[in-house]
């Protein structure tokens, strides 16, 4: 089975912090993307990459950006944590569109 | 552009009564459309898709899903519901040339009643 791994499943994490998600998956596959979750709103997408070294915004990338200097490893960065980003952020990865997504189990973070 | 409305919160329904849950979409090509299910506290995990074929799709825990293209829908449905289907259902949507990105529903949280 393909495996989306995340490394914290949660975090709590200061006003003005750097805050660093990461996520792995282990089937060499050329997408990966990063959502979050909030009540009321479903998924929306944050950045995804299609290659190596390769990122696109996604409709609500302000305040993050993105880093794949592997394949297999796709990191969400937050500059400067917010309040309005706590949040549940969610890792998935996909070899074509058509395919369907794996998701990791997801990261729940809070700003304080 | 792309877009899926999920246009009920939460469905009720009773152990061993079908269930449905509602999907409307919108793109400008030929449609792929998924459904996934999140139980509390996990990420998403996939059901099933409809990418070409057949409109009634099957999928994982005996879930299917009717593709009708002059509604634009892709309801899901179960004819006999349990009690451990209880969670998050999402549709998504995406298309041929639509790249990768894949738009996602609301949500709609489906509660079995024993």
């Known amino acids: 089975d393909v495996k989306v791994t995340q490394s914290s499943r949660y975090l709590v994490k200061r006003t003005g912090e750097k805050v660093f998600l990461e996520c792995v998956q282990d089937?060499?596959?050329?997408?990966m993307f990063w959502y979050r979750q909030d009540p009321g709103l479903g998924l929306r997408l944050i950045y995804f990459?299609?290659?190596?070294?390769?990122?696109e915004k996604g409709d609500i990338p302000e305040g993050y950006s993105v880093s794949r200097e592997k394949k297999e490893r796709f990191s969400l960065i937050l500059e400067s944590a917010s309040t309005n980003q706590t949040s549940m952020y969610l890792c998935?990865?996909?070899?074509?569109?058509?395919?369907?997504?794996?998701f990791g189990s997801g990261t729940r973070l809070t700003v304080v | 552009a792309q877009s899926v409305a999920q246009p009920e919160d939460q469905v009720n329904v009773a152990e061993g009564n079908p269930l449905t849950v509602k999907c409307t979409y919108s793109?400008?090509?030929?449609?792929?459309l998924f459904w996934y299910v999140q139980y509390p506290n996990r990420g998403l995990q996939f059901l099933l898709k409809?990418?070409?074929?057949?409109?009634l799709v099957k999928g994982s825990y005996g879930f299917e899903a009717e593709f009708n293209k002059s509604q634009t829908s892709f309801h899901l449905k179960k004819p006999s519901a349990l009690v451990s289907d209880s969670a998050l259902y999402f549709c998504?949507?995406?298309?041929?040339?639509?790249?990768?990105?894949?738009?996602f529903g609301t949500g709609t949280k489906l509660q079995v009643i024993p």
């Open positions: 998935a990865s996909s070899p074509t569109v058509n395919y369907g997504y794996t």
């Open positions: 089937m060499d596959h050329e997408n």
């Open positions: 990459s299609y290659d190596v070294k390769m990122k």
């Open positions: 793109v400008s090509g030929n449609p792929y």
């Open positions: 409809y990418i070409t074929g057949d409109n």
């Open positions: 998504a949507v995406s298309y041929s040339g639509g790249y990768q990105k894949v738009t």
